[in-house]
């Protein structure tokens, strides 16, 4: 489950005193329903995402970036979607905070402590109200 990942992200930042945590952010069928239409956004979120998103984005421990493979005409339409919803994304398909180093190579594969994907089995009927209450319950 996915709670069970972000204790994970958590305690091993708190262990090793990393000061944030990153997030990768699919969108389509993971915060927003897809419309399947060409050339217009889809804007009808997933119960609890929005509320979700908001409360994260309202923490200086955690970055949001959004893990998607939607046009680039799309995604700063994205972003104004979610900016809408005071909802801050800080990257898109990237994350430069995390350099290369001797243990990891990240140009191809940005960073990550959770990532909120269907592809990666996230259920966003299921799991989305599961973190608005883990959020609720741990505030920083």
């Known amino acids: 489950m996915i709670v069970n990942a972000i204790n994970r992200a958590f305690e091993t930042a708190d262990e090793r005193k990393w000061e944030k945590t990153y997030w990768a952010l699919d969108i389509h069928d993971t ?7 060409s050339h217009q956004i889809p804007t009808d979120f997933y119960p609890c995402s929005k509320e979700a998103l908001r409360l994260l984005s309202q923490r200086e421990d955690v970055v949001l970036f959004l893990y998607t493979c939607s046009h ?3 995604t700063d339409q994205y972003i104004e ?8 994304i800080d990257y898109v398909n990237e994350n430069p905070e995390i350099v290369n180093d001797d243990l990891g190579y990240y140009d191809k594969k940005p960073y990550f402590n959770v990532i909120i994907d269907d592809k990666a089995g996230f259920d966003p009927i299921i799991e989305w109200p599961m973190i608005l209450q883990w959020l609720q319950d741990f505030q920083n």
């Open 31 to 37: 915060i927003l329903k897809p419309n399947w239409k």
């Open 72 to 74: 680039p005409r799309d």
């Open 81 to 88: 979607l979610f900016k809408s919803y005071n909802i801050h």
